[in-house]
């Protein structure tokens, strides 16, 4: 199957496919770089018991293709995967996978932090997360995508 390196998806996320689509079959990376998240047991002092994520898909996956772009201009040589799932999930499920390829491990991990940190500065995907004795909806992107000082702020996350 050919999966999309920038994906919305409604089911469970496989990571083995998202590295897929960034491994180079001629050997040019010498690293893969991850990040999978899932989603925690407990925050904010309280039990969570799951997630409801909802995303407007058609400008998620821009939001996706301009990190994509943005990470391109700051390390050439990284190839990028995000894929993040919406619906209902579970504690311990996963909930976003990021891969990133480079030559070489310091682009591969700044460019994979990165994106991770621009996904919650601009794509539009919202979370309602579920505890014991009710539900609240974490703000999510808030970050105009052409600011920047926001952008400014991933660069010195992905690189600390």
């Not at 920038?6 to 770089?33: K, M, N, T």
């Not at 004795?133 to 052409?146: C, F, Q």
Request: proline content about 4%.
């Amino acid at each position: 199957m050919d999966e999309a390196r920038l994906a919305i998806v409604r089911g469970p996320l496989e990571v083995e496919a998202v590295l897929r689509q960034v491994v180079d079959p001629d050997g040019r990376h010498g690293a893969v770089v991850t990040f999978v998240g899932t989603v925690r047991g407990h925050d904010a002092g309280r039990r969570v018991t799951g997630l409801e994520y909802e995303a407007y898909e058609p400008l998620a996956i821009h939001a996706f293709e301009r990190i994509t772009g943005e990470v391109t201009t700051e390390w050439p040589s990284v190839r990028l995967a995000i894929h993040h799932r919406i619906g209902s999930l579970q504690v311990g499920e996963v909930s976003v996978v990021l891969a990133a390829a480079s030559a070489h491990r310091a682009e591969a991990f700044a460019a994979c932090r990165y994106a991770i940190e621009r996904i919650k500065q601009i794509a539009p995907i919202w979370k309602c997360e579920r505890f014991e004795g009710g539900e609240v909806w974490v703000e999510g992107a808030t970050v105009n995508p052409e600011d920047p000082e926001a952008r400014e702020e991933a660069l010195r996350r992905s690189c600390a």
